[in-house]
Structures are given as C-alpha cells and as structure tokens.
Nanobody, 117 residues
C-alpha cells in the first residue's frame, strides 16, 4: 500500500508564503514524476507544478515566478514553496507520485490553502 501525506497548508494573508510537503511511503518502486494539483470549490482539479526525477520542473503560468517545486528523492518527498500568495490561490492542494514504467498515479488526501485577509 502506498500513502502520500501532505502537510503545510493553512490560512495566510495575501502576499504571504507557505511551504507544502508531501511524503510518500509504502510499497513503491522508484518514482518518476511528482507534482501538485489544486482544486477550488466548484472547479476541476488543475495542474500547478510537476518535477521529474531529473528535477526538470514545469509550472502553470499563473504561478510562475511565485511558486517553486522541489523534491528530495532519498526521502521520497516533494515540496511546493509558495510566495506572494493571492486569494485566487485558495484551493485544496493535492500531491501525486508516478512510479516508473506504469500508468499508475498515486494521490495524497489534500491540504487546504486559504489566502484571505
């Protein structure tokens, strides 16, 4: 069984910062891509950022220059550093992990990020 546990969400004022973490545990072989999606109320789950095993990162345009994704492969952990947060960043953030050579994608349970004054 594979588990992804996110942490670091919360309430922050506009312009503030948060750092999300996602730790992967359980029976999983080497991980290829990891990343973050988010889902606001009444909306679909959308990509935020991904990072490959070679640490090549990709971001949605709306977070470029404000968010940074990173990973610690030894710890099977992915991070999302979020700065200059805006109210429109408010959502539940989900991490994912993709094992090599499969079409499987594992998901975390989500962590709430609320940007409000």
């Amino acid at each position: 069984q594979v588990q992804l546990v996110e942490s670091g969400g919360g309430l922050v004022q506009p312009g503030g910062s948060l750092r999300l973490s996602c730790a992967v545990s359980g029976r999983i072989s080497s991980i290829s891509a990891m990343g973050w999606y988010r889902q606001a109320p009444g909306k679909r789950r959308d990509l935020v950022a991904t990072i490959t095993s070679g640490r090549s990162a990709n971001y949605v345009d709306s977070v470029k220059g404000r968010f940074t994704i990173s990973r610690d492969s030894a710890k099977n952990t992915v991070y999302l550093e979020m700065k200059s947060l805006k109210p429109e960043d408010t959502a539940v953030y989900f991490c994912h992990a993709d094992p090599w050579a499969t079409t499987t994608r594992y998901w975390g349970q989500g962590t709430q990020v609320t940007v409000s004054s």
